[in-house]
């Protein structure tokens, strides 16, 4: 799937001069400047690596429609043009007009910045509380997964209701209605459902790619790992889900489940004959 970016890499240097997301060609033409996507790499070093952070990236870029280059990076390899391009840098990491950009809120930022409308959509949330909801439920899992005692310890049931509450707060704000989607003439007696497909509307946000990635290696690993699946009785972010996995942004920049599994501490993946 991720292509390799090998060539030319070398020769990116980064300039004092303002940067320009645009050149001109001999007749007039805006042309765009290359933009570099460097992400995780998976267990083989080519496929795409479960690396919450690179995914969210590559959505980024992909949903603002722009010509973009992406290669995945192994850090154990050698290679000599990455490695001169990257030097100690982990991904993901992106080049932008030139500049080396590692911190991932700066890199969506940046990108935010220079593609902006008409040309590029914007992917910032027009709600605010579509910012913050649901980011504590990366850290719950996190614990959740880590926990190394007897699966029968109350202190592992206590880490799984901790994640369930985490996970209800984002099902409970999926099924209320936005601002702009409140009928006013409503019976005020019979409570309005949201049935907006993102968190943000009907059209992915930056909130979407911080938040998918990290449902889809809650729900691979519980299920491989864990013993663990989301409540059913969150339909909302079942259906989130479902109507994601059929937006190629997300779908295609997965990593395969395998590699989530791998990554948690499950077997290595078998050689694939594809690299996505």
């Excluded at 702009?180 to 943000?200: H, L, T, V, Y």
């Amino acid at each position: 799937m991720a292509e390799s970016i090998v060539q030319g890499v070398a020769d990116l240097k980064t300039s004092d001069d303002e940067p320009e997301p645009f050149t001109v060609n001999e007749s007039g033409i805006e042309l765009e400047k290359p933009i570099f996507l460097f992400i995780k790499a998976g267990s083989d070093s080519e496929c795409i690596g479960c690396c919450p952070f690179s995914q969210r990236l590559f959505m980024i870029l992909w949903l603002k429609g722009v010509v973009f280059n992406v290669t995945t990076v192994d850090k154990t390899k050698k290679v000599p043009q990455i490695n001169d391009a990257l030097g100690s840098v982990n991904p993901p990491v992106l080049i932008f007009n030139g500049e080396m950009l590692t911190d991932n809120q700066k890199c969506e930022d940046y990108i935010e910045a220079e593609l902006y409308p008409p040309r590029y959509p914007r992917l910032a949330c027009k709600h605010s509380n579509s910012n913050t909801v649901g980011n504590d439920i990366f850290a719950k899992f996190s614990a959740f997964a880590k926990f190394r005692g007897n699966p029968n310890d109350p202190k592992r049931e206590g880490m799984r209701k901790k994640l369930d509450q985490a996970l209800s707060k984002l099902n409970d704000y999926l099924l209320e209605p936005l601002d702009d989607e409140i009928d006013e003439g409503a019976d005020d007696n019979e409570p309005q459902r949201s049935s907006r497909k993102f968190i943000d509307g009907n059209t992915m946000t930056i909130a979407d790619c911080n938040m998918l990635p990290k449902l889809n290696m809650i729900q691979v690993t519980g299920r491989a790992l864990l013993n663990y699946e989301i409540p059913h009785s969150f339909d909302a972010i079942y259906r989130y889900l479902e109507t994601s996995f059929g937006m190629p942004e997300f779908r295609e920049t997965c990593p395969h489940d395998d590699e989530i599994v791998y990554f948690y501490g499950g077997r290595k993946p078998k050689a694939r004959s594809s690299k996505h």
